[in-house]
């Protein structure tokens, strides 16, 4: 889970707390446009440069008044150019993903149903599942970092209350992955183990204008499997999200953290299949101003990310994989009845570890995105 899963994941327990009317909007909503970004890397890591373009799409409608269903996919390509001259190249479709959630209680309680269908990559060669590791790096945090893996089933609750002055939201997920094989020409099926998540978030005022929003979510996860063989034990993660918005002059200051703990080693779905992920983790802090410009917003922002692990499934001691600071520029503009465009432009700098070896990088992320609602 990166940091940008982690803050969207936040807000969707933190809109639960939003009661029901306020949640009315347009039945329809289509949402989709392109990313282009990459990394070059100075040292001894084996690859000088990785590139990803990815193009996502998302449409949200409404099933009658008490139900609305979501449906995500998209198309990307990877590259990946390696120390001794060559590229290795990865492109296709991504899974399909699906999300309906139904209101039992208005204001108080819904049903989550949820799939993924695995129309994306789901087996690669062996050489391009080897090489494309690196895209599922959290330190990294690419946009589609995952381009295929095998089918997933899921279903949960979610609810929201009162609190004094503030709101509280909460969510159960079980998420149920099927088995699938990743390499081609293999007949090896690979199967993460079943996930239970829970999830905790509060909104409170500060003051008359601040508000402070904090976000929990606790996942145990069951034995993964390799063929028919167990390849290790129960994994927990434990994430947390802050952020703390506050006017400054005519404008609005958020800052945030969020970090994401690895209690034990896993298999991990990647951009190729899945990997191994040993224990480790996650911080990421960062601030934003959102200024409005004419019938325009603009969102200056700025986050610092660090990560570790351990250096084996038997280590004791975490260490550094690397630290970066992206900056960049968001743009919000409507440019029609029920459509709304969003530009961002930023760049990366910061050190990437591997062992004993350390490499500079830096990197570059551009999107444009349109979105119609009705």
Known sequence: MTARALRRLAAAVLLLAVPAAAQTGPATTVRGGIVAEGFTFDGDLGFDALTEISAPVLVETALGSRAVLTVASGWARVDLDLADGTTRSLSGLLDTEARVSVTLLRDRLQLLLSGSVPTGMGAVSEADAALLGPLSYDLLDF????????????????????????SVGWAAHVRVPLSYQPLLGSDDEVRAGVEVRGRLGLETPVGRRSFFRVAGVLSIRGKDHFDDAVVNGVGNRLAGYASFDTPLGGSLATVWLSGLYRSDPTLEPTAVGSSFVPRGGLLAAGARLTMNVGM???????????????????????????????????????????????????????????????????????????????
């Open 143 to 166: 946009a589609t970092p995952t381009l295929g893996t095998g089918a997933v089933v899921g279903a949960g609750l979610a609810g929201a209350a009162p609190a004094g002055g503030a």
């Open 296 to 374: 325009s917003r603009l969102e200056p922002e700025v986050e610092f990310r660090t990560a570790s692990a351990a250096p084996d499934a038997a280590g004791l001691d975490l260490e550094t994989l690397g630290r970066v600071v992206r900056m960049g520029l968001r743009l919000y503009r409507p440019v029609g009845t029920g459509m709304g465009l969003v530009l961002y432009g930023g760049g990366v700098v910061g050190t990437v570890q591997d062992g004993l070896r350390t490499a500079d990088t830096r990197g570059y992320r551009a999107s444009l995105f349109l979105e119609w609602t009705r």
